[in-house]
């Protein structure tokens, strides 16, 4: 059952936290370069115009190796997963962004890595 989670702060173009939990959310099924990389502050800016200062639902679906809830998020009725999109494809539609788990751009070692089923991932304790 998805949660209503007030977002605090954006760290890249598919991560963010929110106050009530000590881990970064990641967007399920979104690759966005980390803020360094070439692409990486226009996904950035990206996602903070989308969900900056809101209260977002969260639906946590895995937990990846670095324990961060993996999540399909929506501000309102619109899913930040599929933010911009016509086409409805899972991806944020920024340069640079590749679909897990089924894009030619990501190995079988992100796909395991960033998108196991949360059945498979051992359960971490609730902030």
Known sequence: MP???????????DTFMTA???????????DEPKKSAPGGSVATKALKDLIQGETVS??????????????KVK???QSVN???KADSSDSFDVKGTSVCPASPNSSATH???HCAPI?????LPSP
């Not at 009530?20 to 979104?30: D, E, F, G, Q, T």
């Open 58 to 71: 969260i639906d946590a679906v895995a937990r990846d190796i670095y324990a961060r809830t993996v999540a």
């Open 111 to 113: 796909q395991l890595r």
């Open 82 to 84: 599929k933010a911009g």
């Open 20 to 30: 009530s939990r000590k881990n970064p959310i990641r967007l399920a099924n979104v």
């Open 119 to 123: 059945s498979s991932v051992p359960e």
């Open 3 to 13: 949660r209503k989670e007030r977002l605090t702060k954006v760290i890249d173009g």
């Open 75 to 77: 501000v309102g009725r």
